[in-house]
């Protein structure tokens, strides 16, 4: 599909990046970029009341400080000539996972910086509202590094239907892109997972759209799969990690960790991810 609504979510720590990667991406896909300048309130406790003055103090001070990201974000878009719409969103943590998921029901692609990923929390209630509910597909850019319109691709494969999902989201991506690398850590080949040559399925359904695959099954050798995936990308000098998000549950992902968790937390390579 074509990106023509860029939907990026930045905060209030090194808010600068965070929006200099959303107004590169934007450019280059020539779409329009919608900024949400966020921040988890902190809720309020009986120790406030009744005055409660420490706690308005604070929401005073945190919405003055997200009205002056806001107004750079303004000044910037104008400046670099971007279509462009931006809104401070301040609420308490339970509140914005469906802030974000009305938002991005009107986005092709969110996007994250660092400066977002940072805070976990934060992060996690983006992922809620527009991974899983809006259905949209995230991408992490981390500083330096982001685009939409990528040479070379590493897909992600495990025969999933999150992993499928991902690949139906990049797939106009693919076709512009000079190669795509299916790889496969540890690939299952028994009959109802992966099949007798793992990969070969999804390579011929991508090769039917003229897209140029190489498929590839790694070890990992005890390593974390995010790792296997991150260091091949670089050996390979991949442009993006695209991958399905949440292959086990969401609880079990969040108490036990998981690949999606990890990558959210820690990937320093840009990654789409899609469920």
């Not at 969103?89 to 802030?99: G, I, N, Q, T």
């Not at 092709?108 to 934060?122: F, K």
């Not at 899983?132 to 597909?137: C, G, M």
């Not at 039917?208 to 799969?225: F, M, N, P, T």
Request: charged fraction near 25%; charge should be negative; include cysteine.
């Amino acid at each position: 599909m074509s990106f023509k609504t860029v939907l990026s979510v930045i905060g209030n720590t090194d808010p600068a990046a965070d929006l200099a990667r959303a107004m590169e991406v934007a450019t280059e896909l020539e779409a329009h970029l919608s900024v949400v300048v966020a921040s988890l309130a902190a809720p309020a406790t009986m120790g406030d009341f009744p005055a409660g003055t420490v706690w308005l103090d604070q929401r005073d001070e945190d919405l003055r400080s997200l009205d002056g990201i806001r107004k750079q974000v303004a000044s910037a878009c104008k400046t670099n000539g971007l279509s462009f719409d931006v809104d401070i969103l301040y609420a308490e943590s339970v509140f914005v996972s469906e802030e974000i998921h009305r938002r991005a029901l009107y986005a092709d692609v969110l996007m994250i910086g660092d400066g977002v990923r940072s805070d976990g929390t934060l992060t996690g209630r983006i992922v809620d509202g527009g991974v899983f509910e809006a259905r949209r597909p995230l991408l992490l850019a981390p500083k330096d590094r982001g685009t939409l319109k990528p040479r070379r691709i590493l897909l992600a494969w495990n025969s999933r239907t999150e992993a499928a999902k991902a690949a139906r989201e990049a797939l106009e991506m693919m076709t512009w892109a000079e190669e795509v690398h299916v790889v496969l850590v540890d690939p299952d080949s028994s009959y109802w997972v992966s099949g007798g040559e793992p990969g070969a399925d999804v390579a011929a359904y991508l090769a039917r759209h003229g897209i140029k695959v190489l498929v590839e099954q790694l070890a990992s050798g005890g390593r974390l799969v995010e790792d296997v995936l991150e260091k091949h990308a670089l050996e390979i000098s991949a442009d993006l990690i695209v991958m399905g998000a949440y292959g086990h549950s969401r609880l079990r992902e969040r108490i036990f960790g998981g690949v999606t968790a990890s990558v959210l937390q820690d990937a320093k390579f840009p990654v789409l991810i899609a469920r």
